[in-house]
T-cell receptor
Framework: NAGVTQTPKFRILKIGQSMTLQCTQD?????MYWYRQDPGMGLKLIYY???????DKGEVPNGYNVSRSTTEDFPLRLELAAPSQTSVYFC???????????????FGEGSRLTVL | GENVEQHPSTLSVQEGDSAVIKCTYS??????FPWYKQELGKGPQLIID?????GEKKDQRIAVTLNKTAKHFSLHITETQPEDSAVYFC??????????FGAGTTVTVRA
């Protein structure tokens, strides 16, 4: 299993450009998430999905869009990039259900985005 | 929504000493409290978690304690080693699938 794979690892964007961060997982997890990590701020939830065709906003969704057409893929789209979107982005997944062993989030290695 | 506060933001300990990180949460309905470790250039990884029906859980050199009345939980690392140097995040959740994270603690273990 590759786990959660994110691409690209690094990207520099100009203000106003758009791009898509790709995320795919091979663990057949229903739940997928996008977080952003800023220094001293922890991880903030951008969007999440509980299954194919279902997405919902997290704490900081403005300026982002997502789609979930398959169980495996959960791309994050940035429209009209702004300097405030300079951050490290993490995709994560976990199995559905509840109980003792289902809470663990599996994270990708992150995508570092700089908007200049 | 849930608000999780984490202290301290940085922690430096001598190798072999103990490290303690504390978190408080705001939503009394929260019932799941995981801790994640993030090494440089990597994504966070779960190291231990606790649910609200227990007060303490141990796994080798790490332990987590939970005080639901006071709405705080702590991570304890004993006999620290250089490989324990990392950023540690606490988190809380009331519905088991949407976590709120603390701001993180950078732990440095001095040789």
């Amino acid at each position: 299993n590759a786990g959660v794979t994110q691409t690209p690892k690094f990207r520099i964007l100009k203000i106003g450009q758009s791009m898509t961060l790709q995320c795919t997982q091979d663990m057949n997890h229903n739940y997928m998430y996008w977080y952003r990590q800023d220094p001293g701020m922890g991880l903030k939830l951008i969007y999440y999905s509980v299954g194919a065709g279902i997405t919902d906003k997290g704490e900081v969704p403005n300026g982002y869009n997502v789609s979930r057409s398959t169980t495996e893929d959960f791309p994050l789209r940035l429209e009209l990039a702004a300097p405030s979107q300079t951050s490290v982005y993490f995709c994560a997944s976990r199995p559905s259900g509840s109980g003792r062993d289902s809470g663990e989030l599996f994270f990708g290695e992150g995508s570092r985005l700089t908007v200049l | 929504g849930e608000n999780v506060e984490q202290h301290p933001s940085t922690l430096s300990v001598q190798e072999g000493d103990s490290a303690v990180i504390k978190c408080t949460y705001s939503d009394s309905a929260s019932n799941y409290f995981p801790w994640y470790k993030q090494e440089l250039g990597k994504g966070p990884q779960l190291i231990i978690d606790i649910r609200s029906n227990v007060g303490e859980k141990k796994d080798q050199r790490i332990a987590v304690t939970l005080n639901k009345t006071a709405k705080h939980f702590s991570l304890h690392i004993t006999e620290t080693q250089p490989e324990d140097s990392a950023v540690y995040f606490c988190a809380a959740s009331f519905n088991d699938y949407k976590l709120s994270f603390g701001a993180g603690t950078t732990v440095t273990v001095r040789a």
